[in-house]
Nanobody
Framework: QVQLVESGGGLVQPGESLRLSCAGS????????MFWYRQEPGKEREFVAA????????RYSDSVRGRFTISRDNAKAIVYLQMNSLKPEDTAMYYC????????????????WGQGTQVTVGS
């Protein structure tokens, strides 16, 4: 069974940075596209970033493009989300997601999720 474990969240001030990590296990990490989503309380889970299995095809939401960078290390089976210039509206639970069909454009995410890591931006 697919296992995804996020880490790296925390409390930061506006303008600061965080790097999230998602470690995959129990599946062939290097053949899956990987995603980051986020969710605020009472709101729908929203797409943040996606990366193809080989790291070549990358997609971002408009709200994070230019500030966030998704990357992956297939040898370590980890996908990262570097978050710079953080804003209060980035506050959310951040979730890792995996797609066995190696897609980066999905209307509905594939149902492989991590447990989430909390990011809070504020003073």
């Amino acid at each position: 069974q697919v296992q995804l474990v996020e880490s790296g969240g925390g409390l930061v001030q506006p303008g600061e940075s965080l790097r999230l990590s998602c470690a995959g296990s129990e599946f062939t990490f290097g053949t899956y596209s990987m995603f980051w989503y986020r969710q605020e309380p009472g709101k729908e889970r929203e797409f943040v970033a996606a990366i193809s299995s080989n790291g070549i095809n990358i997609r971002y939401s408009d709200s994070v493009r230019g500030r966030f960078t998704i990357s992956r290390d297939n040898a370590k089976a980890i996908v990262y989300l570097q978050m710079n210039s953080l804003k209060p509206e980035d506050t959310a639970m951040y979730y890792c997601n995996a797609d066995p069909y190696d897609r980066v454009n999905l209307r509905r995410p594939y149902d492989y999720w991590g447990q989430g890591t909390q990011v809070t931006v504020g003073s």
